[in-house]
């Protein structure tokens, strides 16, 4: 891993090593994808000051996140079919999290399921969840959770209905993938992602399977999340999901003032700046666009996260300096993942830590604290 010198190398390595039908889920966006480029690109337009003759030799990345200690102001976001990476992806992004000292997200739509993935890890993680039609299945999944010991539940606010993404119905995406000439040439050419895959616990999604039954012979997953997702979902679920769970709430994929608004007085705890990692409405703003307003607006009320386009600790630091008090990161860690495993993903987290300390010296900052509004330059 020593030779994966920044996230483009473990991008790189996660295509020569992940089957194309999982790796084009994983770098998709919706339709024409605009707002994918968006997030990337209007994150590179932020220019840094460069600061000279500061002492900058105690240097920390040392944070809190929601509270409890962090290494650096980063978690790591939450990642369908994160199992389909890697084998029991799940469970090694998870003790590479825990290793590094930031939080872990489990999705809704993991492979290793609640109770595998706190059977096999030391700490508490924090749980993603989507609302179906069927609500005692929520409740269920809510109360799995709590049981898990999961020290908070992200509830994902931007995936009422799913976005289009173009790959993933051409590949005819499916999990584990379809018998077709084409998938088991590909799969051919990846053993090591085989073996992985096979080794591992589950072949499909964790925390559902025993739900619905059948859930494993569905093909396009699209079809299902448009069949079993709940379209009514409002903010009067929100209240009762904040009434069956005892801890720590964050709504994910806020990128509007006045929604930012309506759940900073929701009894979450935090919010996170997201477009989904440009997979939902495609022409919606760029993450880094539209935080500023909302850190502006909210920042004071919640506590303010972000996600969207991260690839380094330089990135990190443009949103921190734009209102955000922490990051998640999505594909920068299932590159890794793809690459190399757990090893994969603690190199993901340790090239942007590096990156974040190094950035930090040369903008003359010693605690992500101080990294604000002053070290811009330019926009
Ligand atoms: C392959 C993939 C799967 C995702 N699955 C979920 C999910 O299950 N739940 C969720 O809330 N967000 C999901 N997201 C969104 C991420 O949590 C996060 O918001 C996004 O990846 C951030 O953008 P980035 O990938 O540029 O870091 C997914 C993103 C990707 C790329």
Redesign the pocket.
Same mark, same amino acid.
Not at 25 to 28: G, H, R
Not at 274 to 279: L, V
């Given at each position: 891993m020593r030779t994966m010198t920044c996230i483009e190398d473990l991008r790189q390595a996660a295509h020569r090593k992940v089957p194309r039908a999982f790796i084009d889920?994983?770098? /998709?966006g919706s339709y024409a994808e605009q707002t %994918?480029a968006a997030? =990337?690109t209007d994150l590179e337009r932020i220019k840094l000051r460069q600061r000279i003759l500061h002492d900058v030799s105690q240097r920390t990345t040392q944070t809190t996140i929601l509270g409890e200690p962090a290494s650096m102001p980063l978690a790591l976001?939450?990642?369908? %079919?994160?199992g389909m990476q890697h084998g029991d992806g799940e469970i090694l992004a998870c003790r590479a999290a825990q290793a590094a000292g930031i939080p872990f997200?489990l999705?809704?739509? /993991?492979i290793c399921s609640i109770e595998d993935v706190a059977s096999a890890v030391g700490k508490p993680f924090w749980f993603?969840l989507?609302v179906m039609k069927d609500r005692g299945y929520i409740r269920s999944l809510i109360e799995r959770a709590a049981a898990a010991k999961c020290s908070a539940l $992200?509830l994902?606010v931007? %995936?009422q209905v799913i976005g289009q993404r173009h790959r993933d119905i051409k590949n005819g995406m499916s999990v584990p993938p379809q018998i077709r000439l084409a998938n088991l040439i590909d799969i051919a050419t990846k053993p090591a992602w085989a073996l992985s895959v096979l080794r591992g616990k589950r072949k499909t999604f964790g925390n559902i399977a025993g739900h619905y039954p059948g859930m494993e012979s569905v093909t396009v997953l699209s079809k299902w999340i448009a069949e079993q997702f709940d379209a009514t979902l409002s903010w009067k679920d929100v209240e009762w999901i904040r009434s069956i769970w005892p801890g720590k709430l964050i709504l994910?994929?806020i990128l509007d003032i006045e929604d930012a608004g309506i759940a900073a007085k929701s009894g979450a705890s935090a919010i $996170?700046v997201?477009?989904?990692?440009? +997979?939902q409405l495609d022409g919606a703003s760029s /993450?880094i666009s539209i935080l500023p307003p909302i850190a502006e607006v909210v920042g004071s009320q919640i506590e303010v996260m972000f996600?969207?386009?991260? =690839?380094s600790g330089q990135d990190i630091a443009r949103a921190l300096a734009l209102g955000a008090r922490s990051c998640?990161?999505? +594909?920068?860690y299932?590159y890794g993942l793809g690459a190399g495993g757990q090893a994969g993903v603690a190199r993901a987290i340790e090239i942007m830590r590096n990156e974040l300390l190094t950035t930090m010296a040369l903008m003359g900052v010693s605690r992500v604290e101080d990294i604000d509004r002053r070290v811009i330059a330019s926009m």
């Open positions: 889920y994983a770098e /998709s %994918l997030n =990337r976001a939450p990642i369908g %079919l994160c997200t999705s809704t739509m /993991s993603q989507y $992200v994902t931007d %995936l994910k994929g $996170v997201s477009n989904h990692g440009g +997979r /993450s996600d969207g386009g991260i =690839r998640m990161s999505g +594909r920068a299932i």
